[in-house]
């Protein structure tokens, strides 16, 4: 089993930056893909960025490339995600996901390849 719990969230102006972070424990080392998934009221979940544990390759949604960074800390079994020039439309509740497979480009964006989920943290940005 491996948990995770997301931090970092709450309301910030457009144009503004947060930066979320995902502590996991239990047995973390059967993580080997770890993404965010975000969604909005009404919409369904969405992918946005994913990360490779060990050699660290990244994955993003078209509409973040340039402005979110995901990365993590191997040391601290922390992921993170660096959320820049934030747009009301990023508004929604953010999830950390843990997969036990190297997952390759085409399967990381799809929710149902993950294994472990956290609680989810809101991402409020007002205009």
């Known amino acids: 089993q491996v948990q995770l719990v997301e931090s970092g969230g709450g309301l910030v102006q457009a144009g503004g930056s947060v930066r979320l972070s995902c502590a996991t424990s239990g047995r973390t080392s059967s993580s080997r893909t770890m993404g965010w998934f975000r969604q909005a009221p009404g919409k369904e979940r969405e992918f946005v960025a994913a990360?490779?544990?060990?050699?660290?390759?990244?994955y993003y949604l078209d509409s973040v490339k340039g402005r979110f960074t995901i990365s993590r800390d191997n040391a601290k079994n922390t992921l993170y995600l660096q959320m820049n020039s934030l747009k009301p439309e990023d508004t929604a509740v953010y999830y950390c996901?843990?997969?036990?497979?190297?997952?390759?480009?085409?399967?990381?964006?799809?929710?149902?390849?993950?294994?472990?989920w956290g609680q989810g943290t809101q991402v409020t940005v007002s205009s």
């Open positions: 990360i490779r544990w060990i050699i660290g390759s990244t």
């Open positions: 996901a843990a997969s036990i497979t190297n997952l390759i480009m085409s399967r990381v964006i799809s929710a149902h390849e993950y294994d472990y």
